[in-house]
């Protein structure tokens, strides 16, 4: 088991056992991308929200949803205030028993929260008795876990790198299409076509997607309505309840209740 401090080195493909867990209580991180060769990875946080981004996708990840990583696979983990770091690297061989080998965002129910924060807390070394029982049914509730599908496909044009890197880590918004072709010397027209060619939504759609994950970050983090409102530039606090439940089918309030 690990408890890892802030900015503490760590290398999980160094480690020979089939089942490695970790914890930490974080605020402002960035991996860097990176990629684990021969461990598959559960990245989840009980408390906070993590922004986890790939070669082309970004996901967010609040304390109702984990994401699995498959081996090799590049990502990127950031979140600007305190989270609740938890991580399970599963040997790849072992792991591909029970998981396919791809990227998948799944519901964690009460059970699986519970599991995996005692997974986490176990001694690195070969599997007991108990903790193979406790794998057995973490493995079933994994089986049967739904699957999110909020996700944003990334455009990575080069003309884009710079802004593009801005939204990720949180320090600006993407803005109004006009606005956004002053800022980078491109044309509307090109910014429209690089989008709708790299993430198959034109770039207003794009933006209310980012606006959608950025809000729900922003209410896990303990934003009012009011705030997140403001930061995300709505006309109203009305105009971001509707935008919020045309899109998840909630209110911001219900949509944390229900997932609670």
Same mark, same amino acid.
């Not at 088991?1 to 056992?17: G, R, S, T, W, Y």
């Not at 209310?208 to 896990?220: A, D, F, G, H, K």
């Given at each position: 088991? #690990? /408890?890892?401090?802030?900015?503490? &080195?760590?290398?999980?493909?160094?480690?020979?056992?089939k089942?490695i *867990? /970790?914890?930490?209580?974080?605020?402002?991180?960035?991996? *860097?991308?990176?990629?684990? @060769?021969?461990?598959?990875?559960?990245?989840? #946080?009980?408390? =906070?929200?993590?922004?986890?981004?790939?070669?082309?996708?970004?996901?967010?990840? +609040?304390?109702?949803?984990?994401?699995?990583?498959?081996?090799?696979?590049?990502?990127?983990?950031?979140?600007?205030?305190?989270?609740?770091?938890?991580?399970?690297?599963?040997?790849?061989?072992?792991?591909?028993?029970?998981?396919?080998?791809?990227?998948?965002?799944?519901?964690?129910?009460?059970?699986?929260?519970?599991? /995996?924060?005692?997974?986490?807390?176990?001694?690195?070394?070969?599997?007991?008795v108990?903790?193979?029982?406790?794998?057995?049914?973490?493995?079933?509730?994994?089986?049967?876990? +739904?699957?999110?599908?909020? $996700?944003?496909?990334?455009?990575?044009?080069?003309?884009?790198?710079?802004?593009?890197?801005?939204?990720? /880590?949180?320090?600006?918004?993407?803005?109004?299409?006009?606005?956004?072709? &002053? $800022?980078? =010397?491109?044309?509307? @027209?090109?910014?429209?076509?690089?989008?709708?060619? &790299?993430?198959?939504?034109?770039?207003? $759609?794009?933006r209310?997607?980012?606006?959608?994950?950025?809000?729900?970050?922003?209410?896990?983090d *303990?934003?009012?309505? *009011?705030?997140?409102?403001?930061?995300?530039?709505?006309?109203s606090?009305?105009?971001?309840?509707?935008?919020? @439940?045309?899109?998840?089918?909630?209110?911001?309030?219900?949509?944390?209740?229900?997932? $609670?």
């Open positions: 088991m #690990a /408890i890892l401090k802030q900015n503490e &080195e760590f290398d999980a493909d160094v480690l020979k056992e089942v *867990g /970790i914890a930490s209580d974080m605020v402002m991180h960035d991996s *860097g991308f990176h990629d684990h @060769k021969t461990k598959a990875q559960l990245l989840y #946080a009980p408390s =906070g929200c993590m922004t986890v981004t790939t070669s082309d996708r970004q996901f967010v990840l +609040p304390p109702f949803r984990m994401l699995w990583i498959p081996a090799c696979e590049v990502h990127r983990v950031n979140f600007r205030n305190i989270v609740a770091y938890r991580s399970i690297y599963f040997d790849n061989e072992y792991a591909e028993k029970y998981m396919n080998s791809s990227l998948r965002v799944l519901h964690v129910n009460s059970l699986l929260k519970e599991i /995996i924060e005692r997974i986490c807390f176990w001694e690195w070394s070969s599997l007991k108990d903790q193979k029982n406790v794998l057995n049914v973490f493995w079933d509730e994994i089986a049967k876990a +739904p699957e999110e599908k909020l $996700e944003l496909k990334m455009p990575v044009d080069r003309r884009l790198k710079r802004i593009v890197e801005e939204w990720t /880590i949180r320090i600006s918004t993407p803005p109004m299409l006009k606005k956004l072709a &002053e $800022e980078t =010397g491109a044309v509307e @027209k090109t910014i429209t076509r690089i989008f709708k060619k &790299e993430t198959n939504l034109s770039y207003q $759609e794009w209310q997607q980012w606006r959608l994950q950025r809000s729900i970050e922003l209410l896990v *303990g934003n009012t309505i *009011g705030e997140v409102s403001h930061i995300l530039d709505f006309s606090d009305s105009a971001f309840i509707e935008f919020f @439940k045309k899109h998840t089918g909630s209110t911001p309030l219900q949509y944390l209740i229900k997932n $609670e």
